[in-house]
Structure formats: structure tokens, C-alpha cells
């Protein structure tokens, strides 16, 4: 893996400005990708992983959202300085995304074909027959079968693992550096799940892109991350590889995501389950912003926030009480057992 990074997001600020206030989506973000690798973005509904992702893309919808402040560095130019026209040369092109739901990201009035063969023939400038050959070969890499049958087809004609393959197919046509892929498994069935994912892997090797995986699901991020950012409330609070976190996490809400999965391995009669949901932006508590759901959560984390430290080297966590945690996790206790919400 190259040691220069090709992403650089340097406190990123996204804000949504509505009528009941300003909605800090996005609030001081940080984290690289490397060429070559997979960078996991996870955390629950509300966390602000998505924005990230648009935001990288220059695709908030302003108004009501605008980026407010920090940087966004790729190849030298922070793209957060650049214009419309500077950014729809990169879209598409260099940096490519793949939606939360297939369905409703491709066109149903044109022909898968169609819109694999438009990006190929905007960010490339080559013909439409040269163009639709393209749009073939990239159905056929993503394993859909019979693609100069599938080329001619509409949206409604294919099953939902076989659309994610086209956004995949219309993603990668133009060979991007950076491939943003949002939820990229959401509705899809396990075993379809799988074959995606694999897939993903696979065309990582062979294009030699890197990946910004967003997920909620810790089983996708341990599938593919090489590194993973763990998100809560706007922030990253959590930061280090995939072995490290699933090893050793360090901050509580990690450790609460950890613990809500089923493991076979253990005779747990109730599994641990995070209290509550992740506030209202609107409403964010002061202090640490997990501390309304947090059963470690004294002093300090109710007045001050945290910084995101190295907790380790490679290992950066936000939480005021990490050591406290390492003491629990040390003796086998459960933090989250029948605990509820601070008011």
C-alpha cells in the first residue's frame, strides 16, 4: 500500500440548514484512503456516514445542506475549492459511486445499456458503438450472464442483485481511483450479499482502486476493510485497521456494536443491546455525544468532549474513559447488560 494518501478528509463540516435549526450532519471528520485499500465507514442510521460520502462527491443538495468548513483532498486539489465544472470532470471519472438502492439509482425509461454506455461516452469521448462494446465487456466482468442480451434491457427486467451489478458495471466503467460504495448490500439477500461482496474484492485486485465501503453491518467490514472509521453522532470515534478493532475494541459504542452481534461460540442467554438511538442532531447533548446511551459516562463526559487520540500507535479512539474500559473487558464483565437511557 502506497504511504501517500489518495483521500484526505481534514475536518470536514457539513451543515443542513432547515427551518427547526442547523443540523450539524457531518462535524469535524477526519480520516485518509490509500491506494489499494478498502476504508470501512460504519456505524448506525444517523450517524452521518452517507453525507460523508456526498460530500466527498460534492452532491449535497444545496439548499438546505452546505460544507461548512475543512478539506477534502484528492490528488493535491481539495475539492471543496473546486467548481461545478472542475467536479464533473472527477465524478464519474476518478471518483465513482455506488448508491444505497439500485432501483431507484438507475433510470427506468433507458436501457441498462444506455446509461453504462452515457458515462463511458461523457468521461471518455469515445463513440457509442465503441462505448457500447465497453458497456458489455464491464456487464460481463461483473458477472451478468448473456450481456449482449442484458445490455438492451430495463431496470425492471433484472433482479436485484443483477441491478447492483450494473451500478457496479456503470461504476467502474471509466476506471476510477476511488470507488464510493453506499450500502452497496442493503436489500439484497445473504447469498447474493456474498457474491457482491466477493466481486467488490475481486475487482479491487484487478483495477487497483480503492474503496470507501459504508455499512452498518460490522460482518461487511470485516469482509473487505483493510482500516475502519467508526462513526456516532457526526464524528469519528473510533479509527484504526479491521484486526485491531474486531480484536481490541477501544471505545464503547464500538464495543456495544461488537456485543449485539450473535456469536455461536458463546451461551448467552440475552444479547447486549446499545440503549436508545443516536440523538437528534438538532439536540446533540453537551460533553461527549454517546453520553446519553453510554453506561460508562461520568463527569467530564457530560461537560467536556473528547478528542480523538491515539489511544495506541495506529489506534485512535474519542472517549474520555477508554482506559476504564480495557479494565472491564480485562475482567469479562457486561457494560451494556439491562441498562437504560440516561435522561
Known sequence: MSKEALVEVKNLQTYF???????????????EIYPGETLGIVGESGCGKSVTSLSIMRLVESPPG???????????????????????????????MIFQEPMTSLNPVYTVGDQIIEAIMLHKGVKRKEARQQAIEMLQKVGIPLPEQRVDEYPHQLSGGMRQRVMIAMALSCDPQLLIADEPTTALDVTIQAQILELMNSLKESY???????????????????????MYAGKVVEYTDVDSLFEDPKHPYTWGLMNSIPKLDKDVERLEAIPGSVPSPLNFPEGCKFNTRCPLAEGKCFTDEPELIDAEAGHKVRCWRYKDLEEIKARGERIYADQGVKE
Request: net charge negative.
Open 208 to 230: 487497483g482502486m480503492a474503496i470507501m465501503m459504508i455499512t452498518h453491518d460490522l460482518g461487511v467490514i470485516a469482509e473487505v476493510s483493510d482500516r475502519v472509521a467508526v
Open 17 to 31: 440548514y432547515t427551518e427547526e435549526g442547523v443540523v450539524k450532519a457531518v462535524d469535524g471528520v477526519d480520516y
Open 66 to 96: 452546505k460544507i461548512e468548513g475543512g478539506e477534502i483532498n484528492f490528488q493535491g486539489k481539495d475539492l471543496t475549492k473546486l467548481s461545478e465544472k472542475e467536479m464533473r470532470k472527477i465524478r464519474g471519472n476518478d471518483i465513482s
